[in-house]
């Protein structure tokens, strides 16, 4: 299923980008700083205090962007984040969701109550006391940076008497102090460029589904050319005002969809699969889940995924680098196109070897083999050429083509055609030679001529299997699989024909008798090399002309 891959649906954060987030810039409403010449101790409690996250030994700032704003308190001031988090009793916490955008912890101070808000940029400012000339100074200086796709968090605080909160009749109209943004690097992978490339030029249509703002979605998407019109960006919100017909309509066209919610990215992958696409989705969050279950693949993080998410894939990204995505896209179409090699050798073989017994009995003939025989053709001949053709390494150009269409046929048109084509020639001359002996050997080598003759017959005809489409089977593409074990098959026949004849009923052949049924058994291979330059669309044309001069 993942070789059938059109579309993908990637998470930014830890796919496509390193998830090694640094606090860079503190900006407030008068400066906008490095965050090392930043000591703001209400911001380092907000840091610290409105938190879920823990650093873990080891990993540190590389567990997400609450990990890194501790990791930033911890190496400026040289201090454990946990001191400052017991400072004061937590009174009550609101969890960050998609859909506030926001989180917020209230502790108890000696007057009352102090409440630390963080989140979206744009949510955090609406709640701020600012002045007008404050608000668009703020908003100004995230833009800029939001724009070379740094991701901002804003922080505010409230400190609030139980009498002057029952003094607000809206809860609305308290008015938070902004405290300052803090702006976050989190650097895209370095091999997510040439994956993403290879996936555009393979026909594969990758859409970023970000928990971030646009303007910063677009800054990675526009580095990663997963974009290249500002109309290709939406939000969640966009998505959320279209009904599902609209969503189908467009969907084809968007590229990043910012502040994705999980309603947003379960609707986006059942309108894909809806439009016959075959839909992977690539997540690490709780939020994530939904999306991974319903898509065709669903793929979670290793590293940042939670368990939640892993027990919803179908597979684990064990490096969290979307260029595993890739790979195992390009893994996928080699054993979908292995299996098709298999299938088509194998049906060859059997399509002759049924024409052949069965013509053999109806004109009155002997049985051609014997039960020795038709085992050693079966294991020793079709067997390790069979396996061959399902051990093929990925083709050089696999990663060019188009992927293979949600209902596509196993076996197509072209396939069958090939199957029948090989089958009945081989049969054909097999029989033609049992019956009149037209490469005029000896008498007595005649039953030993047809048996190796049909057994060279199945190993050439292995290499036309080796390819499906019209390439020639002379292009080798660095792969020598096939020619060596043809080569080692091919001098188990001779040796059994030579060495051990009499084991199989047959008699020994001469050298002239080997070089004409060997390259009588070698034109089977000129016949598909020919087969192939005959379009069979011109084939379905000349039908519908014949019809019309009628």
């Known amino acids: 299923t993942t070789g059938m891959v059109s579309v993908i649906c990637s998470d930014k954060t830890g796919t496509l980008t390193e998830n090694k987030m640094k606090v860079v810039k503190i900006c407030t409403t008068t400066f906008c700083k490095n965050a090392e010449e930043v000591k703001s101790d209400i911001l380092y409690e907000n840091f610290c205090i409105n938190s879920t996250a823990d650093l873990i030994p080891g990993v540190g700032s590389e567990i997400g962007t609450e990990a890194a704003l501790l990791t930033h308190y911890r190496d400026v001031t040289k201090k454990d984040y946990k001191v400052l988090r017991n400072k004061y009793g937590k009174v009550s916490t609101i969890p960050f969701s998609s859909k506030t955008k926001y989180m917020m912890t209230a502790v108890r101070t000696d007057g009352g109550e102090r409440r630390y ?18 608000f ?41 102090v902004f405290g300052g943004g803090a702006f976050i690097a989190d650097k895209i992978r370095k091999e997510v460029f040439s994956a993403v490339e290879t996936a555009e030029k393979s026909g594969v249509d990758v859409k970023m589904l970000a928990g971030d703002n ?13 974009i290249t019109a500002e109309s290709q960006a939406v939000t969640g919100a966009d998505i959320e005002r279209l009904s599902d017909k609209e969503l189908k309509e467009a969907i084809k066209d968007i590229k990043v969809i910012a502040r994705s919610t999980p309603s947003v990215k379960l609707r986006v992958v059942k309108a894909l699969k809806e439009l016959g696409e075959v839909v992977a989705v690539t997540g690490d969050g709780i939020n994530d889940a ?26 684990v990204l064990l490096n969290d680098s979307f260029e595993g995505v890739i790979k195992a896209i390009e893994f996928g179409r080699t054993v979908h196109k292995n299996i098709k090699r298999f299938i088509m050798f194998q049906l060859s073989v059997n399509v002759s070897a049924l024409i052949f017994v069965a013509a053999s009995c109806l004109f009155g003939l002997n049985m051609p083999f014997s039960a020795l025989e038709l085992l050693f053709i079966n294991v020793i001949m079709d067997g390790p050429p069979a396996i061959t053709l399902g051990l093929y390494k990925p083709d050089k150009d696999i990663m060019e083509k188009p992927p293979v269409k949600r209902n596509a046929k196993l076996i197509d048109k072209s396939m069958w055609i090939r199957i029948i084509l090989h089958g009945v020639y081989m049969a054909a001359v097999t029989l033609f030679e049992y019956r009149f002996n037209f490469l005029k050997v000896p008498e007595k080598e005649i039953t030993a001529c047809v048996f190796v003759l049909f057994t060279a017959f199945q190993l050439f005809n292995a290499f036309n299997a080796k390819e499906l489409g019209r390439t020639s089977v002379f292009k080798t593409h660095g792969n020598y699989l096939m020619p060596v074990t043809f080569f080692i098959t091919f001098l188990v026949l001779v040796f059994a024909v030579t060495f051990i004849p009499s084991g199989f009923g047959i008699c020994p052949m001469s050298f002239i008798s080997w070089v004409k049924t060997v390259a009588t058994g070698f034109s089977i291979i000129i016949i598909s090399e020919v087969s192939k330059l005959v379009p069979i669309r011109r084939i379905g044309k000349s039908k519908n002309v014949f019809r019309k001069i009628t």
Do not use: Q
Not at 117 to 134: N, Q, R, S, W
């Open 214 to 226: 646009i303007v910063t979605a677009k800054a990675v998407a526009k580095k990663l050319k997963i």
């Open 117 to 134: 808000l963080k989140g979206a940029p744009e949510v955090i400012l609406t709640h701020c006391d600012l002045t007008d000339y404050e």
């Open 290 to 315: 939904p999306a991974i279950r319903h898509a065709d693949v669903g793929i979670a993080m290793g590293v940042s995924g939670s368990e939640i998410t892993k027990e919803a894939a179908e597979a």
């Open 136 to 176: 668009k100074s703020v908003k100004k200086n995230m833009e800029e940076y939001e724009k070379v796709s740094y991701r901002i968090l804003a922080f505010a605080h409230l400190d609030i008497t139980e009498t002057e909160e029952k003094a607000y009749k809206n809860k609305e109209e308290l008015r938070y």
